[in-house]
């Protein structure tokens, strides 16, 4: 049975749209998903399913939740494809912490992500790859005008991002999953 790993966009962000873990878990077992597990308090859930429909179980979990949040879905072999096509080693391993992946629910468009650099002259390191884009904010992180809203508005699609760190755990958890 296939892994997937869920990744809430925009909960328990500074106190905003409270999901409590342990309800996502019920929510999700609800749904049908098995062997859920979550990961950390910003909407990481991993589980098993043997529905091939991406689009109706994202609608579905999206749906089901009390809150208005994004939905956007990786199976373990392309979290897995996530971290090998990693274009920048050395920060994922010298500052893991300040380098993320953001998730896309699809992959933007040459002219979209040429209007976010052509937008955007801050001091992040950044590179498409498919429907994800790594970012180094480096130390300025907590004051880049980097936002996850100015991402989704000009590349066009949802995003929600992770830290090195949280991707690789997720990998991980979903592993441990995966039939011996």
């Known amino acids: ?28 077992q609800s749904l049908g998903l098995r062997d859920v597990r979550t990961h950390l308090q910003s909407g990481n859930v991993v589980f098993r399913t043997t529905r091939s429909d991406r689009a109706k ?8 939740l009390a809150i208005q949040a994004k939905v956007i879905l990786r199976s373990a072999e392309e979290l897995r494809n996530v971290i090998a096509a990693n274009p920048m080693t050395e920060e ?18 040459a002219e979209a992500m040429k209007s976010l650099v052509d937008s955007y002259d801050g001091p992040e390191k950044m590179q498409l790859h498919g429907a994800e884009l ?35 755990r997720l990998l ?4 441990e999953m995966a039939p011996s």
Not at 57 to 64: H, I, P, V
Not at 172 to 175: K, S
């Open 172 to 175: 991980t958890i979903a592993d």
């Open 1 to 28: 049975m296939p892994v997937f790993i869920a990744l809430l966009r925009g909960i328990n962000v500074g106190g905003h749209q409270k999901v409590v873990m342990a309800e996502l878990e019920k929510l999700c």
């Open 92 to 109: 994922s391993q010298s500052d893991p912490s300040h380098y993320v992946v953001v998730f896309l629910s699809g992959a933007p468009s």
């Open 57 to 64: 179980l994202t609608r579905e979990l999206e749906s089901a």
């Open 134 to 168: 790594y970012l180094h904010y480096g130390q300025e992180m907590a004051r880049s005008k980097l936002s996850n809203a100015l991402l989704e508005r000009r590349l066009g699609v949802s995003a929600t991002a992770r830290n090195w760190n949280t991707v690789t």
